[in-house]
């Protein structure tokens, strides 16, 4: 029978019924599933992640098997490790600035990664902090499979940002979001006052090299201004600009755009012999901004 996994029991406290918002526990009624006081009930994956998506309005559906596998073997060849390692130093410095896990009541940190893909950036977290529990959120199946499996102390759930997250209130020590949606009210509500929320959007030179063979979609810088605007509930701590340039072989390239929009109107092959004419490896700019934020104390 599909039990809870390590990962899922230590987060279990922290998650709330995505429709009533009641505490989950394992199911006594429905094998292989977590359910609320009100039996609406939530299925475990056999490959440890629970689907605490509303429903089966696949609006928002998240990334697809292939582009998870994509995203998977770009990050796998160490491009974004910079970035990663900049989200684990933003982290370990919002929490130090907090008091204790951030005011959440419960053991450890919590550490919320939302629309976190594989949980590439939660690993490298909870690498750094040997104290701490994370949990992915993300509307893909095939990426909350992934992570689920990213690092010992960390939980997958599928979930959809733009709707109440599966979380009771102020249960978050630190959130990150890299490259994601994200709902600022939702972020707000889980989060403890006191506690930290770290965002990595692209600068205005963000794969510039790529882009100008006019393949990749959905990409451009994001103004930190509005970006600001729109974090209510949240007041900027610090904000660093990471540049450097990634040298990317043929593989890496296809890999890059076949993990983002753009997969769904083209092919592997399609870009690859797209790709034919380039010299390699392709230097390419990855500019980001990682911006971290405290949790305001009063509630508004
Ligand atoms: C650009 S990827 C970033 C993934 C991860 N943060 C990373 O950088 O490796 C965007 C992620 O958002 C997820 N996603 C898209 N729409 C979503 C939604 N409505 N709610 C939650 N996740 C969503 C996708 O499945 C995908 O994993
Ligand atoms: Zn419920």
């Known amino acids: 029978m599909r ?3 390590s990962g899922l029991g230590s987060v279990l406290a922290a998650l709330a019924c995505p429709v009533c918002s009641q505490s989950l526990a394992v199911s006594d009624a429905v094998p292989g599933a977590l359910a609320c006081p009100a039996r609406h009930s939530f299925d475990l994956a056999r490959s440890g992640y629970v689907s605490l998506v509303q ?47 951030a005011g959440t009541g419960l053991a450890a940190p919590l550490v919320l990664d939302l629309a976190g893909g594989t ?29 689920a499996r990213c690092h010992p102390r ?25 490259f994601g949606p994200r709902g600022a009210v939702e972020l707000a509500r889980v989060t403890a006052p006191g506690g930290g929320l770290t965002v990595v959007t692209p600068g205005a030179r963000h794969l510039t090299e790529v882009r ?6 959905g990409i451009g810088g994001e103004k930190e201004a509005k970006l600001d605007a729109a974090l209510e509930g949240f007041e900027l701590a610090r ?3 990471l540049e450097h340039v990634a040298r990317l072989d043929r593989r890496q390239a296809t890999n890059l755009v076949m993990m983002g929009p753009n997969a769904f109107h083209t092919t592997r092959t399609a870009v690859d012999e797209r790709l034919e004419g380039l010299s390699w490896p392709l230097a390419t700019t990855v500019e980001v901004v990682v911006s971290r934020y405290r949790r305001r104390s009063e509630r508004n």
């Open 3 to 5: 039990g809870l996994s």
């Open 55 to 101: 429903g089966d309005a696949p609006d928002q559906p998240g990334d697809s098997p292939a582009m998870v596998r994509a995203r998977a073997d770009f990050l796998d060849a160490g491009h974004y490790w910079p970035i990663a390692q900049a989200v684990a130093a933003s982290v370990v410095a919002g929490l130090a600035s907090s008091s204790g896990p």
């Open 119 to 147: 949980g590439y950036y939660l690993a490298a977290v909870l690498d750094a902090l040997s104290c701490a529990r994370g949990l992915v959120l993300d509307r893909s199946p095939a990426a909350a499979k992934r992570a």
């Open 154 to 178: 960390a939980a997958a759930a599928t979930a959809d940002a733009w709707r109440p997250l599966p979380l009771r209130d102020s249960v978050v020590s630190h959130a990150i979001s890299v």
């Open 212 to 217: 100008a063979g006019g393949w990749l979609l």
């Open 239 to 241: 904000r660093e600009r």
